[in-house]
Structure formats: structure tokens, C-alpha cells
């Protein structure tokens, strides 16, 4: 009898066939699951990069607009700029592919003065294009 229960217990010490292919089963759904969800993780993060470079840009020629002491000639900063233009203000040599235009709209009438700028920049990795606006009243 003593026999019977130590055989049986030999028998149990390991594991069966098929519990190591359940586990197996489970530990590659798992390791699937945390190689897909680092894809995403990467692929944010690096839009992430581009969008906080982009609002740089942008932020960057709305404060340099903002500076500009003469209101009434706020209007020659419109236009389109690219990174690999030496003339763009400020500058954007550290953003290669990237573009930037800006509109400058004025609403003038009797009881207001107003210019609307808007900032728009392209390019690079971004998905969708970053805008950016601000309201400069008359002074």
C-alpha cells in the first residue's frame, strides 16, 4: 500500500504534456500583448516629438509677432517658410522638413481694430498640420 502512494506520487512531481503547452500558450499571449502595446507606446511617443517641435515653431513666430512694434505693418510677416529657407524668422535650421506659413487678417472697422495671426506648421513627422492663433487689438 505504502508502494501504491509513492508511486502515484512520482507520477505527480512533474508537469503533463499538455499543462506546459497551456503555459507556454499564455506566456506567448502575454509576451504578443506587451510587444504590441510597445509598437504603440514608440510610435507615440515619437508624434509626441514632432508635435512639441511643431508648437515650438509656431509659438516662436507668434511671440516674434507679438514683439513687433509697429501694428500697422504686423501684415509683412505673412507668408510660408521652410526649414531649409535661410531667411525664415525666427529660425527653423533645427527643424528639417518642416514648414510654416503664417496669415495675418485684419479687421478694421469703426469701433474695432484687430488683426487675427494665424500660425500653420507642416511637415516633418506630423500627422496633422499644428495651428496656432492669436488676436493683436490696435494699440
Same mark, same amino acid.
Given at each position: ?20 503547452? /497551456? ?98 506648421? /507642416? ?17
Amino acid at each position: 500500500m505504502a508502494e501504491g502512494r509513492l508511486s502515484r506520487a512520482r507520477a505527480r512531481r512533474g508537469m503533463s504534456l499538455i499543462e506546459v503547452v /497551456f503555459a507556454i500558450a499564455i506566456l506567448l499571449t502575454v509576451l504578443l500583448a506587451m510587444t504590441q502595446f510597445g509598437r504603440q507606446f514608440v510610435k507615440a511617443e515619437g508624434q509626441a516629438r514632432w508635435v512639441a517641435l511643431a508648437s515650438d515653431l509656431a509659438t516662436a513666430r507668434l511671440e516674434l509677432i507679438r514683439a513687433h512694434d509697429d501694428y500697422r505693418t504686423v501684415s509683412r510677416y505673412a507668408g510660408t517658410e521652410t526649414s531649409a529657407s535661410a531667411t525664415a524668422q525666427p529660425t527653423m535650421a533645427h527643424a528639417p522638413g518642416f514648414s510654416r506659413t503664417t496669415a495675418v487678417t485684419r479687421d478694421s472697422t469703426a469701433t474695432k481694430d484687430q488683426t487675427r495671426v494665424t500660425v500653420t506648421v /507642416f511637415g516633418g513627422g506630423l500627422v496633422t498640420p499644428l495651428v496656432k492663433s492669436m488676436l493683436l487689438a490696435a494699440p
